[in-house]
């Protein structure tokens, strides 16, 4: 048979390529071009290594040894009285908590939340108040003055008082009671009526499919079809 090029002998169906190389399919494992004897079936690649994903983790290329009481059959001791009666007596885990997170390992999702490949331990008095922004974390605690909103991914950390609501305009920040967002764009003036990207008067303009118009008509003037042209009575 070839492999990459190179032509190699097969004894058997069991033997297949490995890069330039064969292995045995039943005993062997190939892991990224280099061959590796494995002994049982818990056995993973992890880049050009074989690891055993009962005790290790592979993340991003990265082999990580896994705490006791992760998920797996890890084996640990009991404590007097726990699963299998008796102290020292061992017995199988099979907590859910485990994940990767960029080359790092994510073991408990009470305590550390992962944004875009980035850990982080999670501060006791925000466990549950605590979100990801893109790579950045914050906190969405509504009893502090600094407050801070995320507008797709950016961060954004401002003081919140009677002059000033923060919210999102696309990715931009901006302050409720001073500017209008229409169509992700920031004007100035609040309960603007917007027309487009732009704001418009309703006393002395008309919108039509994005375009203002000016009247003086009362009724005013209404949209005609097509309806970026107007009509007029």
Known sequence: MCCDGVSRARPD???ICCGTGTFNSSNQMC??????????NVMICCQKS?????????CNGKIIPRPINSVGDINYC?????????????????????TCCGDNLLTNYTTQLCCVNKLYNLDPNSL??????????????????????CCEDKLYTFEQNSKNQGSCCGSAFYNQYKQS?????????????????????????VCCAGKIFKHDKVPANR???PPSSIIIY
């Open 128 to 149: 549950y108040d605590s979100y990801c922004c893109g790579d950045k974390i914050y906190s969405l605690n509504t009893n502090s003055k600094k407050q801070q909103i």
């Open 223 to 225: 949209c005609c079809n």
């Open 50 to 58: 074989l690891i055993d994903s009962n005790k290790h983790a592979c």
């Open 31 to 40: 892991c990224n071009g280099t061959v590796h004897n494995y002994t049982g």
């Open 13 to 15: 169906d069991l033997t």
């Open 78 to 98: 009991s404590p007097p009285g726990g699963v299998g009666s008796g102290p020292g007596h061992i017995f199988e885990s099979f907590s859910p908590y485990f």
């Open 181 to 205: 967002c229409c169509n992700n764009t920031i004007i100035k003036g609040s309960n603007i009526n917007c027309c487009g990207n732009r704001g418009y008067n309703l006393d002395t303009e």
